[in-house]
T-cell receptor, first 112, second 116 residues
Framework: QKEVEQNSGPLSVPEGAIASLNCTYSDRGSQSFFWYRQYSGKSPELIMFIYSNGDKEDGRFTAQLNKASQYVSLLIRDSQPSDSATYLCAASTWGGAQKLVFGQGTRLTINP | DAEITQSPRHKITETGRQVTLACHQTWNHNNMFWYRQDLGHGLRLIHYSYGVQDTNKGEVSDGYSVSRSNTEDLPLTLESAASSQTSVYFC???????????????FGPGTRLTVL
């Protein structure tokens, strides 16, 4: 069973601090990794995508990938109350299979 | 603007009834997916399609079926609804990027289904 694992939380972070969300995956064939944000009652929306080892930054968000450790993380700097949501990690393989395998999501709460 | 829509947004049905959930996308994407989302389980793949006349089973396909007669639509049918199928259902679509690695899925607004 190809799995993506996340700590379901809830993760509580004070406003202005760094929120760190983690994800591990079991399939070494996974090539691309996605972080989706989902507000309560809404559909998931993509916030970050990474496929190379190392860091990728986009505004306040940084995605980190370590393929040797099969580990993906998302850092949110200067956390805002509007960042409170569930964050879903997803992995996909290349080679024709364009499915995404999702983790169970981490619920993040930013406290003012 | 291109979009993906689902209907109905809310549905209440009885055990044993056949139910069809509609998904329509105007992105002209070849790939379409159906997920269910339950507390503690994240998004679980039900069925998916890589093009017209192509359908494939996902990890939780029992009791569900799909058909793909055109690019825009992938309806999901519950053959005989069961209480265990009470869930929120999301449809998504994607296209493979030029690099081959980028396959962002765009999600519809979801359908909340209750089976009594």
């Amino acid at each position: 069973q190809k799995e993506v694992e996340q700590n379901s939380g809830p993760l509580s972070v004070p406003e202005g601090a760094i929120a760190s969300l983690n994800c591990t995956y079991s399939d070494r064939g996974s090539q691309s990794f996605f972080w989706y944000r989902q507000y309560s009652g809404k559909s998931p929306e993509l916030i970050m995508f990474i496929y190379s080892n190392g860091d990728k930054e986009d505004g306040r968000f940084t995605a980190q990938l370590n393929k040797a450790s099969q580990y993906v993380s998302l850092l949110i700097r200067d956390s805002q109350p509007s960042d409170s949501a569930t964050y879903l990690c997803a992995a996909s393989t290349w080679g024709g299979a364009q499915k995404l395998v999702f983790g169970q999501g981490t619920r993040l709460t930013i406290n003012p | 603007d291109a979009e993906i829509t689902q209907s109905p947004r809310h549905k209440i049905t009885e055990t044993g009834r056949q139910v069809t959930l509609a998904c329509h996308q105007t992105w002209n994407h070849n790939n379409m997916f159906w997920y269910r989302q339950d507390l503690g389980h994240g998004l679980r793949l039900i069925h998916y399609s890589y093009g017209v006349q192509d359908t494939n089973k996902g990890e939780v396909s029992d009791g569900y079926s799909v058909s793909r007669s055109n690019t825009e639509d992938l309806p999901l049918t519950l053959e005989s609804a069961a209480s265990s199928q009470t869930s929120v259902y999301f449809c998504a679509s994607s296209e493979v990027g030029l690099a081959g690695f980028y396959n962002e899925q765009f999600f519809g607004p979801g359908t909340r289904l209750t089976v009594l």
